[in-house]
């Protein structure tokens, strides 16, 4: 009779229960900051064709959902999908099919690496990047003597690490009809006894390219699906790449429509006729769920290492050189007006103190009735302390926090005391625009975003250096980074409403962690690794386990 009773009462407690709502994936037992607008944290949550549908904890989401597939964060951390606000996906992947030169310590060890690679690959035209002379013992410009003995009719183009300046052999300087009296607005010829030494800085390199043998379709196919990886294995779900052809967009966007791509790319147009007119004049924007086309990139001045910048005064080591405009401020205002009259975004590369004035002027002009505009400066690096004033959510500093520590041995030398003050400001650029977005500027820096959190925060390079921070009073808080690499990046995007954080109704994306980066100790931020990527609740990444236990025994042994 009690077997009675209790079945009567199961059936009548089943057929009360609401019935389960179907569901795609649980996350479960997780250290979850939703980096909502109250920076809430949680411990589960639920995700339905690709979306986010309820957050809430393990117990009563299984209740009421049928769960398809669980994934057990078994405590880790997990944070919204990382967006890198600044990169160059398709150039990471081209250099990965080309020589790396990065990390070398001297003008020789970079022809050894070339050599070697010429040996392997024995490609008719060698090209390669990364090196920096502020690296090496002797921190001049090298010449080309070297290569021309090695290479004297195999042309060689290799790039410096930021991209603004090439050494290349004289067979190369041949075919573009360079020579020590070629005169290129917003660039430079190195000239040394009265010959070219092979070093092209910004505009100068312009002859140089048209060389190049065109990549087909599948050599640019490789190459993008190569960084892809790259950024996925580190936990990005969003790159801004930030400057792209008509063909790069179109190919990114063939891949993602047909299953081949998972990262979702904020792509920002290249600023040259053909581009313009395709997008501004006929095309217009392009908005799927893993493309964003709304923007223009347009390069104010060159780079600091190689002295491209453009300053207001001369450099501290170099007497009357106050580096150059690649795009002069009429020409600037120009196109600000054309691209707002588009309805397009602008992004602008700012590097010295006169450059960064130039876009900042010409951007409230041209903003001076706009509230939303979201306009952004990329780097906004070295600012006269009163032209701060300009920036705000309309007028949005994106910056790159290992550019600080990379530069930090040099630029004092480079700029000098009172002009570092307005330098790598980045806690100054928060309070004044009230957003400050995050990137890394790959392949000029590593794509590692962990390196970018700890730059940001600890202001120190990877061997923990300086031990106070460098200019520490301008570093951000863990909150304040983790924003300025999700929701604020999302925002300045034009994307907040469907990704930058984990609530309801937004994409699905997330980036799982061994450790808890928001209260682990400083210096061990550098060594936190990706254990799972997520996109759309679709596992992109996952780490091998035999791995990670690797890393955290060679971690704690260091």
Not at 5 to 21: L, M, N, R, T
Not at 321 to 338: C, K, P, V
Request: negative net charge.
């Amino acid at each position: 009779m009690r077997f009675f009773y209790f079945s009567i009462v199961f059936v009548i407690f089943q057929s009360c229960a609401p019935e389960k709502k179907s569901a795609d994936l649980l996350v479960k037992n997780a250290n979850i900051y939703t980096v909502n607008e109250t920076f809430d944290k949680a411990n589960s949550f639920v995700v339905k064709d690709g979306k986010i549908v309820e957050i809430g904890i393990k117990p009563e989401l299984e209740l009421k959902y049928r769960i398809a597939e669980t994934y057990d964060a078994k405590g880790k951390t997990i944070v919204p999908g990382l967006i890198d606000a600044h990169a160059h996906l398709v150039n990471l992947g081209m250099t990965l099919q080309d020589v790396d030169l990065k990390d070398t310590k001297s003008f020789d060890e970079i022809v050894e690496r070339v050599v070697a690679f010429q040996k392997e690959k024995k490609t008719d035209f060698i090209l390669g990047r990364g090196w920096d002379q502020n690296d090496w013992e002797n921190k001049e410009f090298p010449t080309n003597e070297m290569l021309d003995s090695l290479f004297p009719i195999t042309p060689v183009i290799l790039t410096r690490i930021d991209g603004h300046a090439s050494i290349v052999n004289s067979i190369v300087l041949q075919m573009a009809g360079i020579t020590a009296d070629s005169k290129m607005k917003g660039g430079e010829v190195i000239v040394k006894d009265g010959k070219p030494t092979g070093v092209l800085i910004d505009t100068a390199r312009e002859n140089i390219w048209s060389l190049i043998p065109e990549k087909d379709t599948k050599y640019m196919t490789e190459a993008i699906l190569d960084a892809e990886q790259r950024c996925l294995e580190l936990g990005l779900t969003t790159v801004n790449d930030a400057g792209l052809d008509r063909m790069a967009i179109e190919l990114i966007d063939s891949l993602q429509q047909a299953g081949k791509m998972s990262l979702r790319v904020y792509a920002m147009v290249s600023n040259t006729p053909e581009n313009l007119e395709y997008y501004l004049n006929e095309k217009g924007k392009i908005k799927t769920d893993r493309l964003n086309v709304r923007s223009v990139k347009v390069y104010g001045d060159g780079a600091l290492g190689s002295r491209g910048a453009a300053m207001r005064a001369p450099y501290s080591d170099q007497a009357n050189h106050y580096g150059a405009m690649i795009t002069e401020t009429s020409e600037l205002q120009a196109l600000a007006r054309r691209i707002d009259s588009a309805g397009f975004q602008m992004n602008t590369h700012a590097i010295g103190d006169s450059a960064n004035i130039s876009v900042l002027r010409v951007y409230d002009a041209v903003l001076k009735d706009r509230t939303d505009a979201r306009w952004k400066v990329e780097h906004a690096q070295i600012v006269t302390p009163s032209d701060f004033e300009y920036f705000s959510k309309n007028i949005i500093p994106s910056v790159q926090p290992t550019h600080a520590t990379s530069d930090m041995y040099w630029a004092e030398e480079r700029i000098g005391t009172k002009r570092l003050n307005g330098a790598y400001s980045y806690n100054t650029l928060l309070k004044k625009a009230g957003i400050v977005v995050l990137g890394t500027d790959f392949p000029v820096e590593k794509v590692n975003p962990m390196h970018t959190f700890y730059a940001a925060v600890a202001r120190k390079d990877l061997e923990f250096y300086p031990e106070e921070g460098f200019r520490k009073k301008e570093a951000l808080s863990r909150k304040e980074t983790l924003q300025g690499m999700t929701t604020w990046a999302a925002y300045s995007n034009f994307e907040e409403n469907e990704k930058g954080s984990i609530e309801t109704g937004k994409f699905a994306d997330f980036t799982v962690l061994d450790k808890d980066i928001m209260s682990i100790i400083e210096d061990s931020i550098p060594t936190v690794k990706v254990l799972a990527t997520f996109i759309d609740g679709k596992k992109v990444f996952e780490a091998a386990s035999n791995t990670i236990q690797e890393e955290n025994k060679k971690s704690s042994a260091h």
